[in-house]
Protein backbone atom coordinates (compact mmCIF):
# COMPACT_ATOMS: atom_id res chain seq x y z
CA UNK A 1 0.00 0.00 0.00
CA UNK A 2 1.68 3.20 -1.37
CA UNK A 3 1.40 6.18 1.20
CA UNK A 4 1.38 9.75 -0.12
CA UNK A 5 2.21 13.25 1.48
CA UNK A 6 2.21 16.45 0.26
CA UNK A 7 4.35 19.61 1.46
CA UNK A 8 5.28 22.63 0.69
CA UNK A 9 2.04 24.33 -0.27
CA UNK A 10 1.71 28.24 1.23
CA UNK A 11 1.05 31.61 0.45
CA UNK A 12 2.75 33.68 -2.93
CA UNK A 13 2.22 36.80 -4.49
CA UNK A 14 1.24 36.69 -8.16
CA UNK A 15 4.38 36.10 -9.95
CA UNK A 16 6.32 34.12 -7.36
CA UNK A 17 7.48 30.28 -6.92
CA UNK A 18 6.74 27.95 -4.96
CA UNK A 19 7.71 23.51 -5.29
CA UNK A 20 5.52 21.35 -3.64
CA UNK A 21 6.72 17.27 -2.63
CA UNK A 22 4.96 14.40 -2.98
CA UNK A 23 6.86 11.87 -0.68
CA UNK A 24 5.76 7.93 -0.92
CA UNK A 25 6.38 5.41 1.52
CA UNK A 26 5.25 1.72 1.04
CA UNK A 27 6.27 1.21 -2.62
CA UNK A 28 8.94 1.64 -5.07
CA UNK A 29 7.61 4.52 -6.13
CA UNK A 30 9.75 4.71 -9.90
CA UNK A 31 7.46 1.99 -10.79
CA UNK A 32 4.68 4.39 -11.07
CA UNK A 33 2.91 6.91 -12.73
CA UNK A 34 2.80 10.05 -10.60
CA UNK A 35 0.01 13.21 -11.26
CA UNK A 36 -0.92 16.17 -9.73
CA UNK A 37 -4.38 17.84 -9.70
CA UNK A 38 -6.08 20.59 -7.84
CA UNK A 39 -9.22 21.27 -6.90
CA UNK A 40 -10.29 24.89 -6.02
CA UNK A 41 -13.54 25.88 -4.16
CA UNK A 42 -16.95 25.10 -5.73
CA UNK A 43 -14.70 23.20 -8.60
CA UNK A 44 -14.10 20.03 -9.92
CA UNK A 45 -10.95 18.42 -9.21
CA UNK A 46 -8.83 18.93 -12.25
CA UNK A 47 -5.50 17.56 -14.14
CA UNK A 48 -2.50 19.38 -13.96
CA UNK A 49 1.01 17.43 -14.79
CA UNK A 50 1.95 13.84 -14.78
CA UNK A 51 4.63 11.97 -15.09
CA UNK A 52 5.07 8.13 -16.25
CA UNK A 53 6.90 6.18 -14.60
CA UNK A 54 11.27 6.01 -14.69
CA UNK A 55 12.40 4.04 -17.62
CA UNK A 56 9.29 4.63 -19.24
CA UNK A 57 9.04 3.66 -23.05
CA UNK A 58 6.28 5.89 -23.67
CA UNK A 59 6.53 8.19 -26.75
CA UNK A 60 5.00 10.70 -24.27
CA UNK A 61 6.65 10.78 -20.59
CA UNK A 62 4.81 13.70 -19.10
CA UNK A 63 2.40 15.63 -19.87
CA UNK A 64 0.87 19.51 -18.62
CA UNK A 65 -2.07 20.89 -18.61
CA UNK A 66 -2.68 23.80 -21.41
CA UNK A 67 -3.05 26.44 -18.44
CA UNK A 68 0.36 24.97 -17.19
CA UNK A 69 2.37 24.29 -19.69
CA UNK A 70 5.55 26.53 -19.35
CA UNK A 71 5.33 27.64 -15.87
CA UNK A 72 4.57 24.17 -14.34
CA UNK A 73 7.30 21.12 -14.45
CA UNK A 74 7.46 18.03 -12.94
CA UNK A 75 10.50 15.92 -11.60
CA UNK A 76 11.14 13.28 -9.83
CA UNK A 77 13.82 12.08 -6.93
CA UNK A 78 14.40 8.33 -7.17
CA UNK A 79 17.00 8.24 -4.43
CA UNK A 80 14.47 10.29 -1.93
CA UNK A 81 11.32 8.40 -3.43
CA UNK A 82 9.58 11.84 -3.91
CA UNK A 83 8.03 13.58 -6.91
CA UNK A 84 8.46 17.59 -7.31
CA UNK A 85 6.09 20.27 -9.02
CA UNK A 86 7.50 23.16 -9.36
CA UNK A 87 5.19 25.93 -10.47
CA UNK A 88 6.53 29.39 -11.44
CA UNK A 89 5.27 32.73 -12.79
CA UNK A 90 2.30 31.55 -10.66
CA UNK A 91 -1.07 33.55 -11.25
CA UNK A 92 -4.23 34.09 -8.59
CA UNK A 93 -6.04 31.46 -10.62
CA UNK A 94 -3.82 28.88 -9.55
CA UNK A 95 -5.12 28.96 -6.29
CA UNK A 96 -6.23 25.94 -4.88
CA UNK A 97 -5.39 22.48 -2.70
CA UNK A 98 -2.80 20.74 -4.92
CA UNK A 99 -3.41 16.76 -4.49
CA UNK A 100 -0.76 14.09 -6.13
CA UNK A 101 -1.82 10.56 -6.89
CA UNK A 102 0.52 7.76 -8.23
CA UNK A 103 -0.60 4.20 -9.91
CA UNK A 104 1.66 1.32 -10.98
CA UNK A 105 2.67 1.25 -14.61
CA UNK A 106 3.90 -1.01 -17.00
CA UNK A 107 6.60 0.60 -19.11
CA UNK A 108 4.59 1.34 -22.31
CA UNK A 109 1.86 3.49 -20.86
CA UNK A 110 1.58 7.24 -20.83
CA UNK A 111 1.16 8.75 -17.55
CA UNK A 112 -2.98 9.29 -16.87
CA UNK A 113 -4.55 12.83 -16.84
CA UNK A 114 -8.04 10.84 -15.52
CA UNK A 115 -8.11 11.24 -11.51
CA UNK A 116 -10.27 7.71 -11.76
CA UNK A 117 -7.52 6.21 -13.58
CA UNK A 118 -5.14 7.02 -9.79
CA UNK A 119 -5.18 4.30 -7.38
CA UNK A 120 -3.28 6.06 -4.60
CA UNK A 121 -3.77 9.78 -3.26
CA UNK A 122 -2.44 12.35 -0.92
CA UNK A 123 -3.81 14.51 1.72
CA UNK A 124 -3.23 17.88 -0.04
CA UNK A 125 -1.24 21.41 0.18
CA UNK A 126 -3.18 24.44 0.11
CA UNK A 127 -1.42 26.99 -2.36
CA UNK A 128 -2.39 30.57 -2.68
CA UNK A 129 -1.90 33.00 -4.40
CA UNK A 130 -2.53 36.59 -4.04
CA UNK A 131 -3.04 39.42 -6.84
Known amino acids: QVQLIESGGGLVQAGGSLRLSCAAS????????VGWFRQAPGQEREFVIA????????????YSADSVKGRFTISRDAAKNTVYLLMNSLKPEDTAVYYC????????????????????WGQGTQVTVSS
Open 101 to 120: AAVRQSFYSDPPRDPPKYDY
Open 26 to 33: GGTFSNYA
Open 51 to 62: VARSGTRSATST
